[in-house]
């Protein structure tokens, strides 16, 4: 079974058409991955259906790394 961490990276390399190898904790979403801001947003929305949580739009507008995201999905997967 992937991890969650696994499935982030999968999302990820799915929405912005990335090989998950390329996807490492520390990257920037927009510097590194190209992301841009509704890319990020997507990606949110995406993993909010994945884990079946909701994300605060503030918390959406903190991210910046795939480490970000990581957080974010523990936060809200451990209530």
């Known amino acids: 079974m992937a991890t969650k961490q696994e499935k982030t990276r999968a999302l990820i390399a ?23 801001s509704l890319d990020v947003v997507e ?14 739009e503030s918390e959406t507008k903190k991210i910046q790394t795939v480490s970000d995201l990581y957080a974010l999905i523990e936060k809200h997967t451990k209530k």
């Open 43 to 56: 990606v949110a929305l995406m993993l909010e259906r994945e884990f079946n949580v909701k994300f605060e």
């Open 14 to 36: 799915q929405k912005l058409n990335l090989d998950e190898n390329d996807i490492t904790p520390e990257k920037s979403l927009n510097n590194d991955l190209g992301a841009d």
